[in-house]
Antibody, heavy 125, light 112 residues
């Protein structure tokens, strides 16, 4: 069974740091790009960051660029998000989600086909 | 990285068909056949319903269909059922950067 399990969320003060993890199982992790997508309470989905299968391509939303760092450890089937200088507007449920296509499939990836259950990050004093 | 535009809400009666629109730009929806749709129940993770504009993943009912014209994509649900009541989000690859995905603001579907 394909599974993504996020962890590491919690209550943190503004300006502090937090590191999220996403443990993958049930598929060949190092064949897929993986993303972080967040959802503020009562709001819609917002793409945060993505990383290619080999970590060769990394990208961030403007709202987190310079503060968040995405990484992966293919040997551990794990994805990470280091979040620094946290702000109240970063309060959200953070999901990890995988590309539908592998790196060797033809063409650009066309969807995120599996999502974890999310880990909640609350930034408040 | 502007969000795609969706109506905040739509409604329909059981058995009817509804369509949810998703408007983007030439840098995302208009230029790429990489539109996807997600269904989300309260306090649940999103579920992929449509990928590549028109394709359904295995296990998704054929009552769900997708289309695109120009900078706008649409999700149509036919034979509406009570279980279809949920939030729906469109998404598209965006040319603004290498791995950028942009989402719509979401549409709340109410089955009357």
């Amino acid at each position: 069974e394909v599974q993504l399990v996020e962890s590491g969320g919690g209550l943190v003060q503004p300006g502090r740091s937090l590191r999220l993890s996403c443990a993958a199982s049930g598929f060949t992790f190092n064949d897929y790009g993986i993303h972080w997508v967040r959802q503020a309470p009562g709001k819609g989905l917002e793409w945060v960051s993505g990383i290619s299968y080999s970590s060769g391509t990394i990208d961030y939303a403007d709202s987190v660029k310079g503060r968040f760092t995405i990484s992966r450890d293919n040997a551990k089937n794990s994805l990470y998000l280091q979040m620094n200088s946290l702000r109240s507007e970063d309060t959200a449920l953070y999901y990890c989600a995988k590309d539908r296509k592998t790196w060797y499939n033809t063409g650009l990836n066309d969807a995120l086909d599996m999502w974890g259950q999310g880990t909640m990050v609350t930034v408040s004093s | 990285q502007s969000a795609l535009t969706q109506p905040a809400s739509v409604s329909g009666s059981p058995g009817q068909s509804i369509t949810i629109s998703c408007t983007g730009t030439s840098g995302d929806v208009g230029d790429y056949n990489l539109v996807s749709w997600y269904q989300q129940y309260p306090d649940k993770a999103p579920k992929l319903m449509i990928y590549g504009v028109t394709n359904r993943p295995s296990g998704v009912s054929d009552r769900f269909s997708g289309s695109k014209s120009g900078n706008a994509a649409s999700l149509t649900i036919s034979g509406l059922q009570a279980e279809d009541e949920a939030d729906y989000y469109c998404s598209s690859y965006s040319s603004s950067s290498a791995l950028n995905w942009v989402f719509g603001g979401g549409t709340k579907l109410t089955v009357l």
